[in-house]
Nanobody, 117 residues
Framework: QVQLVESGGGLVQAGASLRLSCAAS????????IGWFRQAPGKERDFVAR????????NYADSVKGRFTISRDNTKNTVYLQMNALKPEDTAVYYC??????????WGQGTQVTVSS
């Protein structure tokens, strides 16, 4: 079983940047597609970005394209989400998840990102 731990969230002003990290324990992340999701208060959890096991393929939600970048360092067993030009509407709890056979079966506990205007 993969255990995922997110970190790097915080309170920033609009226009600032943050880098979230998703670290794995117990098992390597190298064989998994990893996704980032976010959930704002009172809303459903939404897809943000995904990266293939090698890092060669990435996908983004339209709302974050050009501002967010997903990457991974398999030597550190960590996936990152670089978030630039943050907006108040980016405020949410951000989760990373490991995809197995097309399903996101393993989730972290989330990290809070708050963007003030």
């Amino acid at each position: 079983q993969v255990q995922l731990v997110e970190s790097g969230g915080g309170l920033v002003q609009a226009g600032a940047s943050l880098r979230l990290s998703c670290a794995a324990s117990r098992r390597t992340l190298n064989n998994y597609f990893i996704g980032w999701f976010r959930q704002a208060p009172g809303k459903e959890r939404d897809f943000v970005a995904r990266i293939s096991w090698s890092g060669a393929s990435t996908n983004y939600a339209d709302s974050v394209k050009g501002r967010f970048t997903i990457s991974r360092d398999n030597t550190k067993n960590t996936v990152y989400l670089q978030m630039n030009a943050l907006k108040p509407e980016d405020t949410a709890v951000y989760y990373c998840a490991a995809q197995v056979a097309g399903r996101y079966d393993y989730w972290g506990q989330g990290t809070q990102v708050t963007v003030s205007s």
